[in-house]
Nanobody, 125 residues
Framework: QVQLAEAGGGLVQAGGSLRLSCAAS????????MGWFRQAPGKEREFVAA????????DHTDSVKGRFTISRDNAKNTVYLQMNSLKPEDTAVYYC??????????????????WGQGTQVTVSS
């Protein structure tokens, strides 16, 4: 069993920055691929970014490319999402997720076996 705990959400003005973190426990962190998803009110959960177990590969959805960066520190069992140039449309609950392996696409929420409780990010205009 893997436990995930997100932190770093909050209220920020448009154009500002936040860094989300997600601490993992219960399984060797370096054996897990990690992802960030978000869900806005009235919308489906959507993929934001993913990173391979080693950190050697990252993927970001088009709407955040150039603004958000996923990274990980295996020594600290933590994955990060640095969010710059935030926009009101980035407002959502952000979820950290872990996958022991991918059978398909890292963009697919069904690939992730473990989920955090979520952290709210609100961007004001």
């Amino acid at each position: 069993q893997v436990q995930l705990a997100e932190a770093g959400g909050g209220l920020v003005q448009a154009g500002g920055s936040l860094r989300l973190s997600c601490a993992a426990s219960g399984r060797p962190f370096s054996t897990l691929a990690m992802g960030w998803f978000r869900q806005a009110p009235g919308k489906e959960r959507e993929f934001v970014a993913a990173i391979s177990w080693s950190g050697g590969r990252t993927d970001h959805t088009d709407s955040v490319k150039g603004r958000f960066t996923i990274s990980r520190d295996n020594a600290k069992n933590t994955v990060y999402l640095q969010m710059n140039s935030l926009k009101p449309e980035d407002t959502a609950v952000y979820y950290c997720a872990a996958a022991p392996y991918y059978r398909g696409s890292s963009y697919d929420a069904r690939e992730y076996e473990y989920w955090g409780q979520g952290t709210q990010v609100t961007v004001s205009s």
